[in-house]
């Protein structure tokens, strides 16, 4: 029933929001008087439709409704409420549906501080991709094609040929199937929301710059579109650093960034929506940059558009193993980003002529050249960037079946960029607070570029650097924070709320220093290894065929108790690892001491954590996770996580056993060979005083005990006592026992009576089953103590993170800078709306005094 | 014409075809095991699974791990990987190892894994690359 409802508010939300673009466009063409309140309308009816819509998506997300496919695929019963809400927008309709709700709110701020001119035009084009997002999440099907998937579609719907909905239809499951355990974190849960209200904010640029080309106004846009562009820019830019502090501390590929779609999916637009920025900023003071800001505008949103449809449609899917959901969207997606495309380069083309451009050339090293060519540098990154992340469909004029491209074609071509970028945002911020001419200008970089030379020749030192493109690109990052930085302090003492550019300059200096740390990451490793990886490199290492190896190990193998001396200077033991069962069922956690050999004070532990997946996997194929240990540091992090352990191997053999056991309960009994193996394995022949290695313990058969009379019964003809010593060997934890043996006379002749004594300490039992009086010798046979050697071990994976801090810190100054920006470009937006209305006002009372003159008069 | 523009046209070219090349050097085919092993070279992509029912291991002697994948021609190999058991690894439905083969076992340095998603729009964990 909720479905049904449910579905029908977002049908209802469709058409109105078809509706609402028709009536704007109406509005904006001005062919009727009222237009623009019924889009107004309808504009509002589909917002409502939208949150009903959520409201109760969510309504049967926390009230575990499993018949509901969506709710059975991406929640279970043991889910905590936060995680039942971010199940909102795990999967491809409700991250739509979010979207759309993000667009709706960032509409309604159009609505209400937009000027006439621009309103209805930028509305028509808001509520258009309104109706595109819409359009996927609809769900119905007509004659020749499905539209659209609805996130309130029943499980029995979307499945209902498997064989538990053919014996009964109304099957509804008693739990879900769980939210994947990496996902249970708090960063990646808030990370969705903020990106979405990024993409929705970066409409408002796209929809302005088409509106003017629509309304040939090609100049005032760019007021309202600045704030709305730099807060689309700093809510994607916390998206990423968000999802890149998860990656970072969840998983296990040690790194905040890897080069792959959907993290380009994000950066693009923001290196695009930054080349916007600039554009606009120069369209306030010269005619050099409307077309660039035109452009930059359309970019930037057809390209959070593009890729979309890379990453939903399945089209990365099928070439490369990135995995998206195919929900039947291609021709939807592709429709969509055609339209968006065209629009775009329709209406540029169209006006182009009439597109105001500047009247003569501007000088080299005027502030409106050089900011222009630095944002034409980020369209540039931004164009590698796409080009590499359209390898499935652009690699196909090189090659069959394209693999992406290597992260090497990546970090080749930006780091070139960012060193021009770099040294662009000091020359720039020189130029533009002040009018210079080149000899002026190099007089004043000469103290930026010796304090920079002299930190990147410092660090170059201690960081032993030795490829000379990273010399570069050092020198430039260092020149983009000193030089920023000088202007910054000139401007605070002058006008402190203009600060914002320099601050966000500073920050992006800083990143980029921070990203070369990842040229440096070092595993921690022992001699051996060490000196293993060199003679692989050197191609001395063959395999046992005889072919030369080439990968380098990195990472070590740790006994318990036994140190090994990583990277020369910390002795690393790992001391123990318990099941501690803290955040999940079956979580491990592994005790490992760090000791610095220079320095004894500068000693820690380190609580790496391994666990499995249980909510995700199949019984029989349960899946291992880690959750890497972080030790941050000022100038680097220690990173590291447990890639392997007896521990886990021995669970593993016990989950698999009891799964066996589960599946086979009929079976019962050893076959006799098995047994007989068991019972060698199990039984120990020892000398009286002598002490024996069995497996991890050592037996030590201290002598032959008296039995007391009272003990002893009539029949008895032989009755003695074993006492043994039974030690673990690595934590020697011991334990004595006395075992009883006996013979007794039966009817059918002298018997052996040997009752099992238990070892408490090792859960375990022993049996004395046999004395040979003459080598006083006897038979010990045990249970759950094995002659099997288990020792206890883990692979250990360190590194050596250089300046992750450093990339953190960056990333906040750059918000820290954006958001000065958008409060200071609001109220510039502000200003020039009021003193617009004030104009207004003044002729329209010139009017009236006029009309009053007149009528006077004509009295 | 004027002069700065000619300049930019030719830089654009200039960088365009530059970036295409590179970019067509730095991308190369998914192939299967048997062309895998007339090519040369170490980064070479095989797409393919896990093979569950034939052993797999991690060796604490050469740290590989090794695993037999069927190839999408159906060719199956044995699979020397550099490196533990990948985290995901059980969960995995498609794999992509990447290296080189050798007397009929592909010596892999990298893996790619792709996971059935559970979060498939706002994250890039599907697609885990393991070093």
Known sequence: MIGIIGSSAIILAFLSAVAATIFYYLAAANKYHNAENVANFFYMLKGSMVLFASGLLLYILLTNQFQYYYVFNYTSLDLQTRYLIAAFYSGQEGSFLLWILCGFLVGLGILKYTEDTYRSPVMFFMTLTQAFLLSMIVGISLYFFDLGASPFRTLFSEMSDAPVFRSNPDFIPADGSGLNDLLRSPWIVIHPPIIFIGFAMMTVPFAFALASLWKRKYHEWIYPALPWTLGANLALLTAIFLAGYWAYETLSFGGYWAWDPVENASLVPWIFGMAGIHTMLIQKKSTIAHKGSIIFAVLAYATIIYQTFLTRSGVLGEASVHSFVDLGLYNQLLLFVLTI???????????????????????????????????????????????????????????????????????????????????????????????????????????????????????????????????????????????????????????????????????????????????????????????????????????????????????????????????????????????????????????????????????????????????????????????????????????????????????????????????????????????????????????????????????????????????????????????????????????????????????????????????????????????????????????????????????LAAEHKPFISVVWLGTFLLMFGFSISIFRRWQDQKKREAKAKAEKRKIEEVHLEEEKELEDIIA | MKPRLIVGIVFMVLFTSLVMYNFSQSISSYVDFEQASTLDGNRIHVIGEWVRDEPSSFSRETMTFSFTMKDESGNVRQVRYAGPKPNNFEQADQLVVIGSMRNNVFHSSDMLIKCPSKYNDASGMEFTAVE
């Open chain 1, 341 to 795: 495309t065209a629009l775009g380069a329709g209406l540029i083309l169209y006006r182009y002529k009439e597109l105001p451009k500047p009247q003569k050339e501007a000088a080299l090293l005027s502030r409106e050249f050089l900011m222009f060519s630095g944002a034409f540098i980020l369209f540039m990154t931004g164009f590698v960037i796409i080009l590499g992340t359209s390898s499935p469909i652009l690699g196909r004029l090189f090659v069959a079946n394209p693999t992406p491209p290597d992260p090497v074609f990546y970090n080749q071509w930006t780091l070139p960029f960012a060193i021009l970028i770099a040294v662009f945002t000091v020359l720039t911020q020189y130029i533009w607070w002040k009018k210079q001419d080149a000899e002026s200008l190099s007089s004043e970089l000469i103290s930026p570029t010796f304090a920079a030379s002299i930190v990147t020749v410092v660090t170059i030192m201690l960081a032993d650097i030795d490829n000379l493109w990273y010399m570069v690109y050092l020198f430039a990052a260092y020149f983009a924070v000193i030089g920023n930085s000088i202007i910054m302090v000139r401007l605070i003492a002058r006008k402190p709320k203009l600060i914002g550019g320099t601050v966000t300059h500073i920050g992006l200096g800083v990143l980029f220093l921070g990203f070369l740390g990842a040229a440096y990451d070092r595993p921690l490793l022992d001699q051996e290894t060490r000196n293993y990886n060199r003679a692989v490199l050197a191609g001395q290492v063959m395999d046992s065929d005889g072919f030369p190896v080439h990968q380098t190990i990195e990472f070590i193998e740790l006994e318990r108790g036994k140190p090994k001396l990583l990277d020369n200077r910390y002795m690393v033991t790992y001391l123990d690892a318990e099941i501690t069962n803290h955040n999940r069922p079956g979580e491990q956690r592994y005790k490992i001491h760090f000791e610095n050999i220079n320095n004894p004070d500068d000693q820690f532990y380190l609580y790496p954590i391994v666990y499995p997946m249980l909510a995700n996997s199949a019984p029989g194929a349960i899946e291992w996770t880690v959750e890497p240990e972080i030790r941050t540091g000022l100038t680097r992090d220690l990173y590291m996580y447990v890639a392997g352990s007896a521990l886990v191997d021995q669970e593993i053999e016990r989950m698999n056993r009891e799964t066996a056991q589960q599946g086979m309960q009929t079976i019962t009994g050893m076959g006799a060979d098995q047994a007989l193996a068991a019972e060698e394995q199990n039984t120990v022949e020892i000398r009286r005083g002598s002490e024996i290695t069995f497996g991890d313990y050592t037996v030590h058969f201290v002598n032959f005990q008296n039995v007391a009379e009272t003990e002893i019964e009539d029949e008895t003809i032989l009755a003695v006592r074993a006492s043994i010593q039974i030690t673990h060997n690595d934590t020697e934890v011991s334990e004595v026992v006395n075992p009883l043996f006996v013979i007794f006379d039966s009817d059918e002749g002298p018997m052996a009576y040997s009752p099992p004594s238990s070892i408490s300490e090792f859960e375990a039992s022993v049996r004395f089953t046999e004395v040979n009086p003459n080598s006083e010798t006897i038979t010990l046979e045990f249970d759950g103590i094995t002659g099997e050697v288990t020792r206890d071990w883990i692979l």
